[in-house]
């Protein structure tokens, strides 16, 4: 088995989620790769650390079984990608997204680098049958500090314009230390919205307001947008999904998980507006270090179940505040999705 599940699990998943949740789901945020794609500094990468302490790869049938054991009696489809990797890896790590999609017939995107030609895309999304994009800021330019990255910096205007082109997909995480309600990531959002309305903007971790601090005004200031679409990965606070079902509506909004890092079992908290992992002590390693983790002892661990299904329940709770319907949530958790991917 690939990881356990206990008592505590399957209480969790039977009492809140079972019933919720619709018979078929697609995921449309997971990164599936093999650890020898990720050989290399492994500093180099301008990203948080403690999600590689969950997993050191994803290989599609991970993905299958993690599926199976979390979900009895559902049946989900991935949206897939490869993860960060080195330059010199990233052809490999993509062209296997591209098998593992032809293998269990589940879509892809390709993870691409800014310093391809808009024909290049082009060209590696057709031959590899990618259904479009996911970038990350560490390709951006070295010499930029990372807090001044900018969203058009991996996303370059030359690829984008191919992308609109086509109607392809959009995977976008956005970075800069205000998250979603930064400035600079509000406005580009919004230009890419007007200037390429024929892409489909997926804004992944709803912009990264994993804390109520994080939104700021940016409801406000996306109130008059009609296309970008939200998906709710790794993220577990119930507050911030009340604020996006109230200001887009559920047919903007997407289930998807950031797997395998769902698999983590803790507790997400935030304190000053930075939010914080609670993890069994001693099962992920020396966390000390990292200002994202932290340990608690065997009685509250005990209590823990997966990422996952703390994700999940935090947005059955905003449903229930919100008062969305059945059909809500069905086209939250498949139609929205199925309507990009398939349609």
Known sequence: ML????EVDRNFYEDKLQQFLPDSIIDVHTHVWLKEFNTGDENAPRRVTWPSRVAAENPAQDLVETYKLMFPGKEVTP????????????????????????????PGLIFSDPLWSGEQLEQKIIAGKFLGIKAYLSY?????????IRIFDFFPHHQLEVADKHGWIIMLHIPRHGR????VNLAQM????????????????????YCIEDVGDAFEVLADTENMMFDISANTNAEVF?????????KRILFGSDLPILRMRMRRICENGMYVNLVPRGLYGDVSGDKNMREVDAVEAEKMTFFMYEEIDAFRRAVETTGLSREDIEDVFYNNAHRIIYE
Do not use: W
Not at 190 to 209: D, F, Q, S
Not at 242 to 250: C, D, M, Q, S, T
């Open 79 to 106: 949206l897939m990608f490869t993860t960060v990797a080195p330059r010199e890896n990233l052809e490999a790590a993509n062209d296997y997204i591209s098998i593992c999609a032809r293998e269990y017939n589940f």
């Open 190 to 209: 919004i230009e890419i919205e007007k200037r390429y309305p024929n892409i489909k903007l997926i804004v992944a971790h709803v912009g990264r307001a």
């Open 3 to 6: 990881f356990e599940i206990k």
């Open 180 to 183: 979603l309600k930064d400035p």
């Open 140 to 148: 951006s330019p070295a010499y930029i500090p990372q807090a001044e």
């Open 242 to 250: 009340e604020r996006l079902i109230k200001a887009v509506g559920p």
